[in-house]
């Protein structure tokens, strides 16, 4: 089990260079850079949306990589461009920063996104003054420039007080990070503490707890024919695939338990031919493993019952992320995170998601992770998606504060 100094007043949290001393809050240097860097903020985040990353995107996907490593290094921060661990994936990014003190802090986000090639051209990055839009606005790249703004917020202030800080840049998140899993692996073997800069939910949310994410695929095997010379010669794998879903319809599709929802479909191959190959998928999220083992026990009970005769159905499961349960260790830093937002005269909540992230291998790792800590945003993975600027500069307070305050005092590993 983790252990905390909970003895640490929250006036003083900041304290720890001759040149960041109390009083906390908006009277503090990190404050007042926080607020100054917000234009710059908005512009860089502007150039990073602005480039179309989608998952497996690799030439324009690279692009972002190279900006933000870039970024980095005008930082004076050691960046490497690490090969992806799958050939069709950009680089991800990886930035260290050394210092003279003990906690070991481990920044993760990531620039891949839902969205194909050609989606800038069409819906380019904007403000209405009060938000911001764009492809991956806020899932994440707005985490993304709030990572690097932190970082600049240290490097101007002069702050040196952690063992190391580590930036990973990720770019394959959105697809339960095949390009980089063993990376993660390794950098949280190094690592006190993960913030991770996924969107906040509004109005001002931090995530705790996190749904963990499995792809269920149904693939059914007919028996092709003329669909009008000799149907009856067919087996319809089509229609006993709708069955197959049909039997999945009573499980949930909203709420904060287990959801499964149709998210592929696809059967035949001409229009003249009874379908022989049929296949759909279900993303589920699931609270917990041992939900995961109960759907999968359900679909797999499912396959034995068809209605079509002699077709066959098989179940596949990949898992994409474990779920983030609550713990110990998120609550702990969620605890440090209300105190500091509390100097600048501001409330934290915190909240959920069904959304899957980087923080539940963390947590499974023994590593303390505290999510939602990017900008906060809403519409994720839908022409919608938007960022409220007005939580740039309290968001980039806030992380850097929690940098400072775990390089400082870092949590023991669980």
Do not use: C
Request: no cysteine; net charge neutral; charged share 20%.
């Amino acid at each position: 089990m983790r252990t905390y100094n909970s003895g640490l007043l929250a006036a003083a949290l900041l304290v720890s260079t001759p040149g960041i001393a109390a009083p906390a809050g908006k009277n503090s240097p990190v404050w007042k850079a926080a607020a100054a860097a917000r234009a710059s903020q908005i512009a860089l985040l502007e150039k990073l949306v602005n480039i179309d990353s989608g998952t497996s995107d690799k030439l324009s996907g690279q692009k972002a990589s190279d900006l933000v490593a870039s970024e980095l290094r005008a930082l004076g921060m050691t960046v490497d461009l690490v090969p992806a661990e799958l050939p069709t994936l950009p680089d991800n990014v990886v930035a260290t920063l050394t210092g003279s003190g003990k906690g070991r802090v481990l920044l993760i986000a990531h620039t891949d996104t839902v969205f194909g090639p050609g989606t800038v051209a069409r819906r380019p990055f904007r403000t209405d003054g009060t938000r911001a839009y764009g492809p991956g606005v806020s899932d994440e790249k707005g985490g993304v420039v709030e990572g690097i703004y932190a970082i600049k917020l240290l490097r101007d202030l002069k702050y040196a007080d952690f063992a190391k800080i580590t930036f990973l840049i990720e770019t394959s998140e959105e697809v339960g990070s095949p390009g980089s899993r063993a990376l993660i692996g390794r950098l949280l073997a190094d690592a006190d503490a993960e913030l991770n800069l996924e969107p906040g939910d509004a109005p001002d949310q931090m995530t705790v707890w996190r749904k963990g994410s499995n792809a269920f695929t149904i693939t059914v095997k007919g028996r092709p024919a003329h669909a009008g010379v000799a149907p009856q010669d067919g087996r319809n794998a089509a229609l006993e695939l709708i069955h197959q879903i049909q039997l999945a319809d009573p499980l949930p599709k909203t709420g904060d338990g287990v959801t499964a929802n149709l998210t592929l479909l696809s059967a035949g191959a001409r229009y003249n031919i009874i379908p022989e190959d049929a296949e759909a998928t279900f993303n589920v999220r699931i609270r917990t493993k041992a939900q995961g083992e109960e759907i999968d026990a359900q679909f797999r009970r499912n396959a034995q019952t068809t209605v079509i005769p002699e077709t066959q159905v098989k179940v596949t499961r990949k898992i994409s992320f474990p779920p983030l349960p609550n713990n110990v260790g998120t609550d702990s830093l969620a605890d440090r995170a209300e105190r500091i937002y509390r100097t600048a005269g501001l409330n934290i909540t915190r909240g959920g998601s069904g959304g899957a992230s980087e923080s539940a291998l963390a947590a499974e790792a023994g590593v303390a992770a505290l999510d939602g800590l990017g900008p906060v945003g809403g519409g994720f993975h839908s022409e919608l998606e938007y960022l409220e600027l007005s939580s740039l500069t309290p968001r980039l307070y806030l992380l850097t504060s929690l940098i400072m305050e775990l390089g400082k005092n870092p949590p023991d590993r669980l």
